[in-house]
């Protein structure tokens, strides 16, 4: 397969992984704000460690959805003990100083 369409290949994988993985399981969204205005920054799927931008801590949506918490570190790389554990949908527009976030698999 040519580089250029090992690329586009990505390119497709990237845009599906975006579109239909944050439509399934809980998901997080952390907002540049002010407050929860968008645009926001997505941890799109569970199973693995985000790192959350500075610049989008302004506020965060959380969906809880089959069984997956969110655990929220304030290390980065989820590294220790979680700071926070979500476990219902929950909104908060009042910015947070959380570094990581690591939704857990049902």
């Known amino acids: 397969m040519k580089k250029n369409n090992v690329l586009k290949f990505m390119g497709v994988l990237l845009v599906w ?13 952390a907002l540049q704000g ?26 965060y949506v959380f969906r809880y959805d089959a ?8 290390s980065d790389k989820c590294e220790g003990t979680p700071d926070t554990e979500l476990s219902a949908t929950t909104q908060d527009c009042n910015g947070f100083g959380w570094n990581s976030i690591f939704i857990q698999c049902s």
């Not at 992984?17 to 809980?26: D, E, R, T």
């Open 17 to 29: 992984l975006l579109i239909v993985k944050p439509s399934v399981g809980s998901n997080f969204i």
């Open 34 to 59: 002010p407050g929860c205005t968008l645009p926001g920054n997505v941890s799109m799927f569970c199973g693995y460690c985000f790192s959350i931008p500075t610049s989008y801590r302004a506020g």
């Open 67 to 74: 069984g997956q918490p969110a655990y929220l570190y304030n």
